[in-house]
């Protein structure tokens, strides 16, 4: 087999992640990510599968109200998924069905655990509310994969239309960062900002009004840039982690108040999220006055 390193495994991570892998996951699996790498042929999709199956292991020890041995496997099953990314993009070996795999992985994982843990509680007690809990937690996760990739759709609609609106006179940041050193600083404010790369191109910062309204926003990202972080504090990792990890460890009476705050947290963050994206689209010209402001 090969002779990877360590510092090959750690090559492969993602340049941001959420913070509960970065900290909490990604030490863990980066380690196990290079025994398979050297000692095993396993793949990409394997380890998928895999961690379905630990999944799958963690669903049922819920529903039995092993609630700790839930939250250690369900912990278990998300560092074996964080593995194949990591693998596939070490020895190449990704596939295009791999995509697909590991995103609907995610989502039978969170809906068997969810309604293990509610239908398994509410045997046990005959709450109702753990049953709605479980609910909300299957509704949050689908609301979040779903609002992403729209929100997405947004941004690019948002640049396509200021594009034409301006008549070409800008280009993508994307393709600047990679074109050209930049600072901390320029990087951070650059999310959905435009800058020149040729005379005569215009800078326009799609993100003028929420850095108006939020000066602060940016010495916040720059500080979790430093350590590998994103700025979306609580994403679909950090909920799942709160709900299957964080609440069983603490017993079936913090279960339900857990998945509230996390999930009253989770939709902050997508408002957030919402919120940005509305008013970076507002910053579009619709009239030559409005061109022009922009132009000058």
Known sequence: MGGFTLDDILATRKPRDS??????VDPLAC???????????ITPNGLTRLSMLIGFASAAAFTEGMLAAGAVLFYLSFTVD?????????KGTGT?????????????RVVCCAFGWGFGEYTRTGDTDVVLAAVGVVVLDLFRYINGPQLKRVKD???ALLYARLDGQYVLAESVLRS???S??????AEFGEVATDEGATVVDLQKAFHARFPWYDRFRVFLVRHRVRTH????????????????????????????VAGALLLAFEMSLVYRVWLAARQVPSTAAEKQKILV
């Not at 295009?96 to 039978?108: A, K, M, S």
């Open 31 to 41: 380690r196990l990510a290079l025994l398979v790498a050297n000692h095993t042929s």
């Open 233 to 260: 504090v609580v994403s679909g990792i950090e909920f799942h982690a709160a709900v299957f990890v964080v609440g069983p460890l603490f017993g079936p009476r913090a279960m339900v108040p857990v998945s509230v």
């Open 157 to 159: 609609a948002t640049r």
């Open 82 to 90: 964080c593995m194949d990314g990591k693998i596939a993009r070490l």
């Open 19 to 24: 913070w509960w892998t970065v900290f909490m």
């Open 184 to 189: 901390e600083l320029e990087q951070a404010a």
């Open 96 to 108: 295009p069905f791999g995509l697909w795999l590991d995103y609907v992985g995610d989502r039978v």
């Open 180 to 182: 050209r050193p930049r």
